[in-house]
């Protein structure tokens, strides 16, 4: 394995076991949308609030594979502070890159990049997608 795949492999797993803005809040502010893959069990809810343009706070919580659980953690670091276009352009261009997609190299995913290796393995696509998803619903919902 090589030294950066290494390094992709260990921020997966810090953030699987040491997730980020985990656990739901209940105030009307936020917008939630909740995902469940069935055919793998993942399950998760995100959580956004806006605040004026900008992602005042981002939250996840949920259960599956350590993709799954570690992308969510992964996206509400990334989301927090951004304003909500930079917010989609990033969460939409970081799908592109999962699932195999023309995506555009000059957008900074932060720490979200480190996925770039699963759209070789197409069965782990929707993992760590389902929380970027959810994410955007979140973004719809507010408008």
């Known amino acids: 394995m090589s030294q950066l795949e290494n390094l992709y492999r260990e921020v997966i797993m810090e953030h ?13 502010s936020y917008t939630t949308i909740h995902i469940k893959n069935p055919s793998c069990g993942d ?23 350590s993709i799954c659980c570690s992308s969510a953690s992964v996206l ?7 304003t909500k276009e930079q917010a989609q352009l990033i969460a939409t261009n ?11 190299e000059t957008i900074d995913l932060e720490e979200a990049s480190v996925y770039t290796g699963i ?7 929707k993992c760590a997608s389902i929380a ?4 955007l619903d979140t973004l719809k919902k507010e408008e």
């Open 43 to 65: 399950d998760i809810t995100v959580q956004s609030k806006l605040v004026g343009n900008y992602i005042d706070d981002c939250r996840q919580d949920g259960h599956g594979c």
């Open 132 to 135: 970027w998803m959810a994410f």
């Open 76 to 82: 509400t670091e990334t989301m927090i502070g951004k």
């Open 119 to 125: 759209r070789q393995f197409p069965a782990r696509v």
């Open 94 to 104: 970081y799908l592109k890159m999962v699932k195999n997609q023309p995506f555009d």
């Open 16 to 28: 699987y076991k040491n997730p980020r803005n985990k656990g739901l809040v209940n105030d009307p």
